[in-house]
């Protein structure tokens, strides 16, 4: 089983950059992809942004193209999610999150990720 450890995020005014970092402890062999999900209060865990872990093919939310940036280093076993542009509707705690396997449609979700971080606060102030 995969740990993972996210560092980052906090309070920001709107327009301004957050970034995030997540790194996996544990087997690498097997791991198809890692992603960012984000869970506001009273509300569902959504997706973000993932990362496939080989390829690095990227998937995006429609709601943060343009503005967040995905991207991995296989050498540190970390994946990175940088937010600019913040609006105070991404406030959410942010969760890194990793998947074994393909995704079972054509774009990732929730129930593709097996492996979740401990969840960190992201805060935009308007």
């Known amino acids: 089983q995969v740990q993972l450890v996210q560092s980052g995020g906090g309070l920001v005014q709107a327009g301004g950059s957050l970034g995030l970092s997540c790194t996996a402890f544990?087997?690498?062999?097997?791991?198809?992809?890692m992603g960012w999900f984000r869970q506001a209060p009273g509300k569902e865990r959504d997706f973000v942004a993932a990362?496939?872990?080989?390829?690095?093919?990227?998937y995006y939310a429609d709601s943060v193209k343009g503005r967040f940036t995905i991207s991995r280093d296989n050498a540190k076993n970390t994946v990175y999610l940088q937010m600019n542009s913040l609006k105070p509707e991404d406030t959410a705690v942010y969760y890194c999150?990793?998947?074994?396997?393909?995704?079972?449609?054509?774009?990732?979700?929730?129930?593709?990720?097996?492996?979740w971080g401990q969840g960190t606060q992201v805060t935009v102030s308007s």
């Open positions: 999150a990793a998947a074994t396997s393909a995704y079972r449609t054509n774009t990732p979700s929730r129930s593709d990720f097996g492996s």
């Open positions: 544990g087997p690498s062999l097997g791991r198809y992809a």
């Open positions: 990362i496939n872990w080989r390829s690095g093919i990227t």
